[in-house]
């Protein structure tokens, strides 16, 4: 979460931010985790922009502040790649499609949630992205859950937002408090 | 005017908006009654369609309810409105945070939350895909027992699970297109063929 890449910043990176945060924001299907794997592969993979432990960074760091995770996502990404600038086009690039959408769809009348070929579309739909952030997620989990206050707290933020519908803001104050006593 | 009430309203939402996007939707529902801008069958109508279509579901619901109430300009001053606070608060903390120093609170901090993302990683997993592949709530009804498994789970939809894990593992193929195609597949075994 360290440094920023130390280079000039320059139009093509700008661009090119607002563009694949454009084409991620199309297909997140599901809210912020699921652009988990198309961030490691557009951003860690493809461009090197960010290193593969910074993703969880990232997400934490987006988790701990207001606002949803998409959007702190891409702030925090544009940011590190481009400055402001980069920030605002990354965001502008996350928010554009689901508003050209939402507003299409509120034009025609809202028939899209009934309409039964688009209802089965998204049960394959979402099927696909559970399984791309399972995925991500079991590889995430295999590199960082190590020892008991880690394994205890990843077990614990499972069972509490699956089975007792917690907050995430709880889990993450509790985690983050005992990070701070268990490292003293 | 009432664009600019659309502005003011979801930027204090959207200095509200901690942990998930679905934290919001209450909030966003009390200030919809004090302002008697809709009414309850209508906002739940508006989140079902903003949960299915990409995107967070807080931001789509700020951009449906804006279109609703103040058109084209209401919808951008009330997505403008909740993503503002994220822009502020980040451009104002990242020169903070990289200014701490390493083995700091902050970081001993980050320790444990890292913990608590991964979980929450997988967590979603579960959430986005719950209601493809299970017929019936399992954690609701979850004391069925291991005979009702096979009752319980969608085959169709478990087949389409094991062929994207198998590729996503084996191939280099675009999550994108995984997606896409997740998508044909699902109006073909759920509509064309059911």
Known sequence: ?184 | MVEIKLFYIFFKLGLLSFGGGYTLIPLIQQELEKQGWMSSSQFHDLIAISEVTPGSVSLNTATYIGYEIGGVLGSILATLGVVLPSLIIITLITSLVMKQKKEGLLDKAFYGIRSVVTGLILSAAFLVGETSLFNESITVNGTNGARNVVNIINGKSLAILILVLFLMKKTKIHPILLILCSGLLGVLMFYIFK
């Not at chain 1, 454009?22 to 809210?31: E, H, Q």
């Not at chain 1, 998204?122 to 859950?145: D, E, Y």
């Not at chain 1, 206050?149 to 519908?165: A, C, N």
């Open chain 1, 1 to 184: 979460m360290g440094e920023t890449i130390k280079k000039e910043v320059n139009i093509k990176d700008i661009l090119d931010l607002f563009l694949t945060f454009f084409k991620i924001g199309l297909v997140a299907f599901g809210g912020g985790y699921s652009m988990i794997p198309l961030i490691e592969k557009e951003m860690v993979d493809k461009r090197k922009w960010i290193e593969e432990e910074e993703v969880l960074d990232i997400f934490a760091l987006s988790e701990s502040i207001p606002g949803s995770l998409s959007i702190n996502n891409s702030i925090l990404i544009g940011k590190r790649v481009g400055s402001i600038l980069g920030a605002i086009a990354a965001m502008i690039g996350t928010i554009l499609p689901s508003f050209i959408i939402i507003i299409i769809v509120a034009m025609a009348a809202n028939t899209v949630g009934n309409n039964p070929v688009m209802q089965a579309a998204f049960v394959g739909i979402r099927t696909a992205v559970a399984g791309l952030i399972l995925i991500t997620g079991i590889n995430m989990a295999r590199k960082t859950i190590k020892n008991k206050l880690e394994i205890g707290l990843f077990v614990i933020t499972i069972i509490g937002v699956i089975f007792m519908k917690l907050n995430a803001s709880i889990l993450i104050l509790i985690g983050g408090v005992l990070g701070i006593l268990y490292n003293r």
